[in-house]
């Protein structure tokens, strides 16, 4: 990558914000693409220690003309900018149609007009649904259990689509369940260790599904290797550990990780609709294996040791007390 010019969207976000950072690192010329705010933020960009070393612009994937000017001179596409909440999508299923469809169609269409090198388009395990068979490879069925998996859904056609009749030179990432520092209580992981270190009872809906739980930097790593691979291109690659672990049996490794016991409560509000759960995912990442020489080298273990420190120093980023949709 180094030398290369690059836009990453949806830099200010949880694995965005990493994603930057590793380009940084590895000599990229890095344009960041944050989501506007009135008080002029950056996301988790504000804190980086490479803040001085990228190119900030902020603006919004709905918006056509931001889009084309931000690609400007680029050569490489990351598009990680999506709105990712499941609980939220039920409640503003148009936003997630305009940010996550539209908001792709402006991505692929300007970087057809800019004329780029490579298009890395970030899909999500979630648009498997629940698993027929496992592991998950890339010829599983699509199945839209929520609004924002329908909405993943279209957005990983319109890539496809874009490459077979324009021959846009995309490659489709599909991460299964990235964690690590930064992410925010949305999501399982950092949930539970918040609310253990509050030391409060641990609030969740169901324990029984299954998760592939694969570490920042892995996901990272694959994101950075999908552009540099000319195989890659117009294939989609699921990028996951290959271990499947139920949430119930989570809330045991980071109650051990942490020395507690865990007291758990199930509350409805946190339970997905019967038929929107998804109850099991795994991944085959036999292709990444073949076509980007990628293995993922940072445990569950590791990583949750990690995540842990990392939320313990920065515990007042979470509202432990609330449930974030």
Partial sequence: MKGKRVLVTGAGGFLGSHLVEALVESGAKVRAFVHYRGNGSWGWLDQSAHKNHFEVVAGDVIDRDS?????????????????????YSYHAPVSYMRTNIEGTLNILQAARDAGVECVVHT???????????????EVHPLQGQSPY?????????????????????VVTIRPFNAFGPRQSARAVIPTIIAQCLAGESVRLGSLTPTRDFNYVTNTVDAFMRCAESSSAMGKTINVGSGREISIGELVKKIGTLLGQDIRIKNEKDRSRPVKSEVERLVADNALARKILKWEPKVTLEEGLQRTIDWIRANLHEYRTNEYGT
């Fill in 149 to 169: 998996s329908a909405s993943k859904i279209g957005a990983d056609k319109l890539a496809e689509a874009f490459h077979l009749s324009f021959g846009l030179p």
């Fill in 67 to 87: 889009i084309a000017s931000a690609m400007k001179s680029t050569s490489i596409v990351f598009h990680l900018a999506a709105l990712i909440g499941i609980p």
């Fill in 123 to 137: 899909s999500t395990s979630e648009v498997y649904g629940t698993a027929r068979y496992v592991p998950i490879n």
